[in-house]
């Protein structure tokens, strides 16, 4: 797509059903693990499914082209979005989602860049991926200046907490890497709890800043805003960019909302204040049929 | 006797010494002028580590990372994503060292196709003491599924080592000395990865026999050592083990056949390293006795490199003594 594409209604409309869609698979995957992450998956279907069905140059029927942007994801732990959007653009069959986590399956708990086509890397130990779309970026620069590729690199918050997240932002902001779009999922949880608990990282958008990379903050949810601020972020020039998405931990289940004890478990294992465990999954799905039924009566 | 190939006349007094990373400098230089393909990244020690040879032809396929070697290590993976073969230098002790989880994850299970070039390995780093001396790299190294471990005698094959990672599809790791030491071999002394090279062949006339396995550049004293034995009429050969992972098993094996007991030669922890790769291999199919020259659990220190080595059990005597030892 190209640089400030603008979205209709009616396309962001049908990307608000299409993340719907990835929220209940995302849901029915967990469940038949039973084990594995939910509230980050949750959180970040509406920066995936955007990503995927609107930004980016990608083939799912030709995973290795040469000339695709490439998806870096470094906080692999989420891969339950990664791998539900990824079958649902059309790299694998839908129905393999349900194989997550189980023995010989290629969506392993944490993504193994050669078990699955789409995916970019390996990863799970935090901290490591935006070093890598720095590599990728600058082998890029390297082998052609004028290249319209983009790496995105997307990271968790509490993931920023690691050293090695800030090697990397010295590097990216002297090389002045303006194809490394860098996206955070502001959702302020981690697995002890609030990150402003467990380790405050407020001002967040100045310490960027200070590392030169162009910081934009965005509601994570809001299609269109997020839309714009990737445009943004494309014409940055001589500067990395980072936009702040600042999202609901398990967005779209709301008795599984905000709440960090969702971090690492699934439906069926979670806190049971809000609804039992024998009903989580059943709940959450029904949640999101009913939210799906008001995509066309709310404004775009 | 020695080898054909090796340097002639070779003895303490007489051999010529030069860093092993200096072939490497020449090594990534020539390797860069053969393939486009090949960068380079360096943690702030790109004088030290001999890579400002390639960063000064090659100015826009070098990258200085700063002192950040987590990074080093998951840039190189992202650049070789892209098709590039990047060599990533620091010393051993901070790469593989410092960033071993890095290279596990983002290089070796992505299989990336990353050199990975530990400088200043081994306690003949010298007067910078133990913090700068990796005793422990071979064996962390060995452990990884993908990854290719080598530790060059001398200039030459550290040269050969270079260009045969840069043509290697896969994660390398190789290890460089600080100090100068003896050029044993030449140009055309064969050198192929996952190949060991016999170095010296004992006299066939003497009846007890030791078969000396030796890595990285204590291959002088392992040849001066053997030949002290055979003058003392203990039949002593030289197999060299450049590559650690993977073995050659089928010389490893031929060779522990030919003789009575094994010594191992390393800079290197006894544990983990050469010592340990052979003793797995050997105890699962040729029991038979090992005796393991190199750092015994120990840390290093400050001192002369030569110093160092002989107070560490690696000098020439030393050698002499474990082959006299495991043949009791």
Redesign the interface.
């Given at each position: 797509m190209s640089i400030m594409q603008y979205l209709t209604s009616q396309e962001i409309k049908k990307l608000e059903f299409k993340a719907n869609e990835i929220r209940q698979s995302i849901i029915e995957m967990l469940t038949e693990a039973g084990s594995g992450h939910t509230a980050g998956p949750l959180g970040m279907a509406d920066v995936f499914t955007l990503l995927y069905f609107g930004i980016l140059k990608h083939d799912p029927k030709n995973p290795d082209w040469e000339e695709r942007d490439?998806l870096?994801l470094s906080n692999g732990h989420i891969c339950p979005v990664l791998y539900a959007t990824l079958a649902h653009a059309g790299y694998f069959p839908v129905e393999e989602l349900l194989t997550l986590r189980k023995f010989g399956s290629r969506l392993q708990g944490h993504p193994?860049?050669?078990s699955l086509p789409g995916l970019?890397?390996?990863?799970?130990?935090l901290?490591?991926?935006l070093?890598?779309?720095?590599?990728?970026?600058?082998?890029?620069r390297?082998?052609n200046p004028y290249s319209a590729k983009f790496m995105y690199c997307l990271t968790g918050d509490g993931e920023l907490q690691e050293?090695?997240i800030w090697?990397?932002a010295?590097?990216a902001g002297?090389?002045k890497l303006n194809n490394l779009i860098m996206i955070v999922d502001r959702n302020g949880i981690q697995i002890d709890g609030y990150t402003k608990d467990v380790m405050p990282m407020e001002p967040l958008a100045e310490k960027f800043e200070s590392f030169n990379f162009d910081v934009q903050e965005v509601d994570g949810h809001n299609i269109r805003a997020l839309n714009d601020a990737i445009g943004k972020a494309q014409a940055v020039y001589g500067q990395p960019s980072v936009i702040i998405a600042h999202t609901i931990a398990s967005k779209g289940v709301d008795v599984f909302e905000r709440d960090f004890r969702w971090h690492g478990n699934p439906p069926g294992k979670g806190p049971e204040d809000r609804v039992t465990k024998d009903k989580q999954a059943e709940v959450a799905l029904e949640k999101l049929r009913t939210l799906a039924g008001t995509i066309n009566t709310h404004d775009a | 006797m020695f080898a054909q190939h090796l340097q002639p006349n070779l003895s303490p007094e007489s051999v010529e010494k030069s860093p092993t990373r200096n072939g490497y400098g020449d090594g990534l230089l020539e390797a860069g002028k053969r393939d486009e393909h090949v960068?380079a990244i360096c943690c702030d020690l790109t004088g030290s580590t001999r890579t400002d040879k390639f960063a000064d032809e090659f100015p826009?396929?070098f990258?200085q990372?700063?002192v950040?070697e987590?990074?080093l290590?998951?840039?190189?993976?992202?650049?070789?994503?892209?098709?590039?073969v990047?060599f990533i230098a620091s010393y051993a002790m901070f790469s593989p060292g410092r960033n071993w989880?890095?290279i596990r994850?983002?290089i070796a299970?992505?299989?990336a196709n990353v050199k990975i070039v530990g400088a200043h390995a081994g306690v003949s780093v010298g007067p910078d003491g133990a913090t700068h001396q990796a005793i422990e790299d071979i064996a962390i190294m060995r452990a990884l599924p993908n990854m290719i471990v080598i530790a060059p005698a001398d200039e030459h094959e550290a040269r050969k080592a270079t260009l045969a990672a840069a043509k290697h599809v896969g994660p390398v790791y190789f290890r460089l000395g600080r100090s100068a030491t003896p050029v044993v071999t030449t140009p055309d002394s064969p050198f192929e990865i996952g190949k060991a090279v016999r170095m010296f062949s004992r006299d066939e006339s003497l009846e007890r026999k030791v078969g000396i396995v030796s890595t990285g550049s204590l291959l002088f004293n392992t040849l001066m050592a053997a030949e002290e034995l055979q003058k003392n009429g203990v039949g002593a050969s030289v197999l060299h083990i450049a590559t650690i992972k993977p073995l050659d098993e089928e010389q490893l094996l031929a060779f522990a056949q030919e003789h009575d007991a094994i010594v191992t030669v390393e800079e290197h922890q006894v544990t983990g390293g050469l010592g340990g790769a052979v003793a797995e291999f050997l105890s699962g199919v040729y029991p038979t006795k090992i005796s393991r020259v190199g750092v015994q659990d120990q840390f290093g220190q400050s001192g002369d490199p030569d110093e160092l080595v002989e107070h560490y059990g690696m000098g020439i005597d030393s050698i002499v003594a474990a082959g006299r030892r495991v043949l009791e």
């Amino acid at each position: 797509m190209s640089i400030m594409q603008y979205l209709t209604s009616q396309e962001i409309k049908k990307l608000e059903f299409k993340a719907n869609e990835i929220r209940q698979s995302i849901i029915e995957m967990l469940t038949e693990a039973g084990s594995g992450h939910t509230a980050g998956p949750l959180g970040m279907a509406d920066v995936f499914t955007l990503l995927y069905f609107g930004i980016l140059k990608h083939d799912p029927k030709n995973p290795d082209w040469e000339e695709r942007d490439r998806l870096i994801l470094s906080n692999g732990h989420i891969c339950p979005v990664l791998y539900a959007t990824l079958a649902h653009a059309g790299y694998f069959p839908v129905e393999e989602l349900l194989t997550l986590r189980k023995f010989g399956s290629r969506l392993q708990g944490h993504p193994h860049r050669q078990s699955l086509p789409g995916l970019e890397t390996s990863s799970g130990p935090l901290g490591s991926g935006l070093s890598q779309a720095i590599g990728m970026a600058l082998a890029e620069r390297i082998s052609n200046p004028y290249s319209a590729k983009f790496m995105y690199c997307l990271t968790g918050d509490g993931e920023l907490q690691e050293g090695q997240i800030w090697e990397a932002a010295f590097l990216a902001g002297k090389e002045k890497l303006n194809n490394l779009i860098m996206i955070v999922d502001r959702n302020g949880i981690q697995i002890d709890g609030y990150t402003k608990d467990v380790m405050p990282m407020e001002p967040l958008a100045e310490k960027f800043e200070s590392f030169n990379f162009d910081v934009q903050e965005v509601d994570g949810h809001n299609i269109r805003a997020l839309n714009d601020a990737i445009g943004k972020a494309q014409a940055v020039y001589g500067q990395p960019s980072v936009i702040i998405a600042h999202t609901i931990a398990s967005k779209g289940v709301d008795v599984f909302e905000r709440d960090f004890r969702w971090h690492g478990n699934p439906p069926g294992k979670g806190p049971e204040d809000r609804v039992t465990k024998d009903k989580q999954a059943e709940v959450a799905l029904e949640k999101l049929r009913t939210l799906a039924g008001t995509i066309n009566t709310h404004d775009a | 006797m020695f080898a054909q190939h090796l340097q002639p006349n070779l003895s303490p007094e007489s051999v010529e010494k030069s860093p092993t990373r200096n072939g490497y400098g020449d090594g990534l230089l020539e390797a860069g002028k053969r393939d486009e393909h090949v960068v380079a990244i360096c943690c702030d020690l790109t004088g030290s580590t001999r890579t400002d040879k390639f960063a000064d032809e090659f100015p826009n396929r070098f990258v200085q990372g700063g002192v950040a070697e987590q990074n080093l290590a998951s840039v190189g993976s992202g650049m070789a994503a892209l098709g590039k073969v990047p060599f990533i230098a620091s010393y051993a002790m901070f790469s593989p060292g410092r960033n071993w989880e890095q290279i596990r994850t983002t290089i070796a299970y992505n299989d990336a196709n990353v050199k990975i070039v530990g400088a200043h390995a081994g306690v003949s780093v010298g007067p910078d003491g133990a913090t700068h001396q990796a005793i422990e790299d071979i064996a962390i190294m060995r452990a990884l599924p993908n990854m290719i471990v080598i530790a060059p005698a001398d200039e030459h094959e550290a040269r050969k080592a270079t260009l045969a990672a840069a043509k290697h599809v896969g994660p390398v790791y190789f290890r460089l000395g600080r100090s100068a030491t003896p050029v044993v071999t030449t140009p055309d002394s064969p050198f192929e990865i996952g190949k060991a090279v016999r170095m010296f062949s004992r006299d066939e006339s003497l009846e007890r026999k030791v078969g000396i396995v030796s890595t990285g550049s204590l291959l002088f004293n392992t040849l001066m050592a053997a030949e002290e034995l055979q003058k003392n009429g203990v039949g002593a050969s030289v197999l060299h083990i450049a590559t650690i992972k993977p073995l050659d098993e089928e010389q490893l094996l031929a060779f522990a056949q030919e003789h009575d007991a094994i010594v191992t030669v390393e800079e290197h922890q006894v544990t983990g390293g050469l010592g340990g790769a052979v003793a797995e291999f050997l105890s699962g199919v040729y029991p038979t006795k090992i005796s393991r020259v190199g750092v015994q659990d120990q840390f290093g220190q400050s001192g002369d490199p030569d110093e160092l080595v002989e107070h560490y059990g690696m000098g020439i005597d030393s050698i002499v003594a474990a082959g006299r030892r495991v043949l009791e």
